[in-house]
C-alpha cells in the first residue's frame, strides 16, 4: 500500500513539472487582456514579434487587468526599406493593440514591446517634405515612433535618411529625412504617453544612441524601472538583413543594429515606466 502511494505521488509531481514547461495553446477568447502572448509564438517573454507574409501580431488590451491605460511601442526593425510599400507599424484597432506591416520587398520585421500608462495621445504623422511637427500633447509626455513607411536608402554619401522623435526647445517634435527623391514617400508617425511614474521634465530623458562601426551600446536606464523605445533610426535599410534594435541586457537596455551602410543606427530616449 505505501509503495502504491509513492508511485502515485510521484506521478503526480512528474505531470506538475510538465505542465510548467509545456506552454498551452490558447485562444485570444481566452487570453487575459495583459498576459504578454500574442498570436505568433513568441522566444521572450513581453516581447512582441512579425515579420513579413504573416498576420499581424496581437499584443493584448489597450487597458490592464485594473483598466487602466496600456500602449505598445516599437524596439527593434528589421528588412530592405525600398519604396512605399514597406512599413512596420504598431497600431490600435478598436480596443486593441497589434503588431504588423506590408511589404514587397525582403526581410521587413519589427519588435514591440507594452506598458501600462496614465494616459495616451493619438498618433501624429509626418511625411516627406514637411518640417518638423511640434507634438506637444501635455506636460511630462513621453513620445516615441509608432509606424515607419517607406524608402530608407541613405542615398547620399552621409546615408542620410532618418526618421526621429526628439525633444528640443519648442518641446518633442515629430521629423525626418529621405533622400530618395519624391519616389521614396518617407512617412513616420508617433504617440505620446504620461507615464505613471512622476519624474523630472521631458527634457532630462536619457537620450541614448548607437551608431555604426561601435560595439553595442547601453543605457543609462534600468530594464526594471525605464522604458527605452525607438526614438531615431537612421542610416541605409538596403539588405534583408538591415537592422536596428532594443533589447534588454541584465540590468540596462542595449542598443545595436548591423548592414546599414557606412553610417546608420538607433537613438532612444529613455524614461521612467
Same mark, same amino acid.
Given at each position: 500500500?505505501?509503495?502504491?502511494? /509513492?508511485?502515485?505521488?510521484?506521478?503526480?509531481?512528474?505531470?506538475? *513539472?510538465?505542465?510548467?514547461?509545456?506552454?498551452? %495553446?490558447?485562444?485570444?477568447?481566452?487570453?487575459? =487582456?495583459?498576459?504578454? %502572448?500574442? /498570436?505568433?509564438?513568441?522566444?521572450?517573454?513581453?516581447?512582441?514579434?512579425?515579420?513579413?507574409?504573416?498576420?499581424?501580431?496581437?499584443?493584448?488590451?489597450?487597458?490592464?487587468? /485594473?483598466?487602466?491605460?496600456?500602449? *505598445?511601442?516599437? +524596439?527593434?526593425?528589421?528588412?530592405?526599406?525600398?519604396?512605399?510599400?514597406?512599413?512596420?507599424?504598431?497600431?490600435?484597432?478598436?480596443?486593441?493593440?497589434?503588431?504588423?506591416?506590408?511589404?514587397?520587398?525582403?526581410?521587413?520585421?519589427?519588435?514591440?514591446? *507594452?506598458?501600462?500608462?496614465?494616459? &495616451?495621445?493619438?498618433?501624429? +504623422?509626418?511625411?516627406?517634405?514637411?518640417?518638423?511637427?511640434?507634438?506637444?500633447?501635455?506636460?511630462?509626455?513621453?513620445?516615441?515612433?509608432?509606424?515607419?513607411?517607406?524608402?530608407?536608402?541613405?542615398?547620399?554619401?552621409?546615408?542620410?535618411?532618418? @526618421?526621429?522623435?526628439? &525633444?528640443?526647445?519648442?518641446?518633442? @517634435?515629430?521629423?525626418?529625412?529621405?533622400?530618395?527623391?519624391?519616389?521614396?514617400?518617407?512617412?513616420?508617425?508617433?504617440?505620446?504617453?504620461?507615464?505613471? +511614474?512622476?519624474?523630472?521634465?521631458?527634457?532630462?530623458?536619457?537620450?541614448?544612441?548607437?551608431?555604426?562601426?561601435?560595439?553595442? +551600446? #547601453?543605457?543609462?536606464?534600468? #530594464?526594471?524601472?525605464?522604458?527605452? =523605445?525607438?526614438?531615431? @533610426?537612421?542610416?541605409?535599410?538596403?539588405?534583408?538583413?538591415?537592422?536596428?534594435?532594443?533589447?534588454?541586457?541584465?540590468?540596462?537596455?542595449?542598443?545595436?543594429?548591423?548592414?546599414?551602410?557606412?553610417?546608420?543606427?538607433?537613438?532612444?530616449?529613455?524614461?521612467?515606466?
Amino acid at each position: 500500500m505505501r509503495s502504491a502511494t /509513492l508511485l502515485v505521488v510521484l506521478a503526480l509531481a512528474l505531470g506538475a *513539472c510538465t505542465e510548467r514547461t509545456v506552454a498551452p %495553446v490558447e485562444s485570444i477568447a481566452t487570453r487575459h =487582456p495583459d498576459d504578454g %502572448v500574442s /498570436l505568433q509564438i513568441q522566444p521572450t517573454p513581453g516581447l512582441y514579434s512579425w515579420s513579413q507574409g504573416n498576420a499581424p501580431t496581437y499584443m493584448g488590451s489597450n487597458t490592464n487587468g /485594473l483598466g487602466q491605460p496600456r500602449v *505598445c511601442y516599437l +524596439t527593434r526593425i528589421s528588412g530592405k526599406f525600398a519604396s512605399f510599400n514597406e512599413e512596420v507599424k504598431v497600431y490600435l484597432w478598436a480596443s486593441s493593440w497589434y503588431l504588423g506591416g506590408s511589404s514587397s520587398s525582403v526581410g521587413i520585421g519589427a519588435s514591440a514591446r *507594452c506598458f501600462t500608462v496614465s494616459s &495616451y495621445s493619438g498618433e501624429d +504623422t509626418w511625411w516627406e517634405p514637411l518640417n518638423q511637427i511640434v507634438l506637444n500633447k501635455f506636460s511630462e509626455s513621453a513620445c516615441f515612433l509608432t509606424s515607419i513607411q517607406g524608402e530608407l536608402g541613405g542615398t547620399t554619401s552621409l546615408n542620410g535618411d532618418y @526618421v526621429k522623435v526628439g &525633444y528640443t526647445s519648442n518641446g518633442w @517634435v515629430l521629423e525626418g529625412r529621405g533622400t530618395g527623391g519624391s519616389s521614396s514617400q518617407l512617412r513616420a508617425r508617433s504617440r505620446c504617453v504620461k507615464p505613471i +511614474t512622476a519624474y523630472p521634465p521631458p527634457g532630462n530623458f536619457g537620450w541614448t544612441y548607437w551608431q555604426t562601426g561601435f560595439g553595442p +551600446t #547601453t543605457t543609462s536606464g534600468s #530594464t526594471t524601472f525605464n522604458i527605452c =523605445p525607438l526614438n531615431h @533610426v537612421f542610416g541605409a535599410f538596403i539588405q534583408s538583413t538591415s537592422y536596428v534594435q532594443i533589447t534588454p541586457g541584465q540590468t540596462t537596455w542595449i542598443l545595436s543594429g548591423g548592414n546599414l551602410g557606412p553610417v546608420g543606427g538607433v537613438g532612444t530616449n529613455c524614461f521612467l515606466k
